[in-house]
């Protein structure tokens, strides 16, 4: 097997107040070597600060795998998209998806309106670009949550982010100018889904697409007038009550049909959007069990913290066959170059 180079983008500075997430890239570094020199795998760690520093890098770079751990750059999100464009024009091979996809799912909005073109159910809302008005009359009346269009990692997301329209339409008005002064990109305004929240894991190995024993998140814990969601303070701030009280549930307690309806679901996000090797699909219950998709994550965060290593040990599949499963179809796509 070829060595590998583990990339991974650079993140800011301690008072950055989104660093907890953008630092949390090292715990996904850290397992992934880890675990190559657990497989006997040679590999390198390599941080990139931008798009022209990781093509000034790879000219000198002997690695034909990369295993892709860039999740965004300091200073331009969408930009990280690129990565494996880059890589493939270096004629080397990465792991997770292609560039195409990355983009697509990066804008929640958009990959919302591919999935509902192909019959599968998304909540309904707006968007608002960087610099456009929030208008309430695009809005149905009902409960909406508030989102940075093209972020992760819950970034932007709090306890307030949930609103009733049209009753809190100033409310909703302010959090949407404050999302676009700070984000610099647009916002998404979408129906706000309840009940439940799922997060469905998929691995590509051996040829074959798995999704992974689902979970469920616990808002048990949670009063009866505090929003269920799982904000920023509920996956980096470690003594929030949001942090301490969201544990995750694997397998979820969901019966058979509605079990098989969210993998099939989750099977069909995948191949809407083109995935490979490794993706997670979030999705929500209304209150007649009704799943709808928020979100769909290529390259989601795979430290043993997160939720697709819990999948992989209620699936049984240790954490190292997870990388060698995907650095093998890595190794596989680079014998595509040369045919």
């Known amino acids: 097997m070829n060595d590998v180079l583990i990339l991974h983008n650079t993140f800011g500075p301690a008072d950055d107040?989104?660093?907890?997430s953008r630092a949390a890239v090292m715990d996904q570094v850290n397992i992934v070597e880890q675990s190559c020199k657990k497989l006997g795998i040679k590999c390198s760690i390599l941080p990139v600060e931008n798009i022209m520093h990781l093509m000034n890098l790879l000219g000198d770079r002997k690695e034909k795998i990369i295993f892709n751990l860039v999740e965004e750059f300091v200073g331009n999100i969408e930009q990280a998209c690129f990565v494996p464009l880059i890589c493939q024009a270096f004629n080397k091979s990465f792991t997770g998806s292609k560039t195409g996809v990355l983009i697509t799912a990066q804008n929640k909005f958009h990959t919302k309106a591919l999935l509902s073109a192909n019959g599968i159910s998304?909540?309904?809302?707006?968007?608002?670009?960087?610099?456009?008005?929030?208008?309430?009359n695009?809005?149905?009346?009902?409960?909406?949550?508030?989102?940075?269009?093209l972020s992760d990692a819950s970034e932007g997301i709090t306890g307030d982010s949930v609103v009733q329209?049209?009753?809190?339409?100033?409310?909703?008005?302010?959090?949407?100018?404050?999302?676009?002064?700070?984000?610099?990109?647009?916002?998404?305004?979408?129906?706000?889904?309840?009940?439940?929240?799922?997060n469905v894991s998929v691995l590509e190995k051996n040829g074959k697409v798995d999704v992974l024993p689902i979970a469920e998140i616990d808002f048990s814990a949670f009063p009866k007038d505090f929003p269920k969601i799982v904000d920023y303070s509920a996956k980096w701030e470690k003594d929030s009550f949001a942090y301490n009280n969201t544990p995750r549930k694997i397998p979820a307690d969901l019966d058979i049909k509605l079990s098989r309806e969210v993998e099939k679901l989750a099977a069909a996000a995948w191949n809407t959007l083109g995935c490979q090797d490794y993706a997670r699909v979030d999705f929500r219950l209304d209150e007649d069990d009704k799943p709808y998709i928020i979100e769909v994550n290529p390259n989601p965060d795979i430290s043993v913290d997160a939720g697709f290593a819990a999948a992989l040990e209620a699936a049984g599949i240790p954490y190292e066959l997870f990388v060698f499963a995907i650095i093998e179809n890595a190794e596989k796509r680079l014998k595509g170059f040369s045919k």
């Open 165 to 198: 329209m049209p009753a809190e339409r100033d409310k909703a008005k302010t959090i949407v100018r404050q999302l676009q002064q700070k984000f610099k990109q647009p916002v998404v305004v979408e129906q706000f889904i309840s009940a439940r929240e799922l």
């Open 17 to 20: 107040p989104l660093y907890q």
């Open 122 to 136: 998304c909540p309904a809302g707006a968007v608002f670009q960087a610099k456009e008005k929030f208008n309430p």
């Open 138 to 149: 695009m809005l149905k009346k009902g409960k909406y949550i508030i989102k940075p269009a």
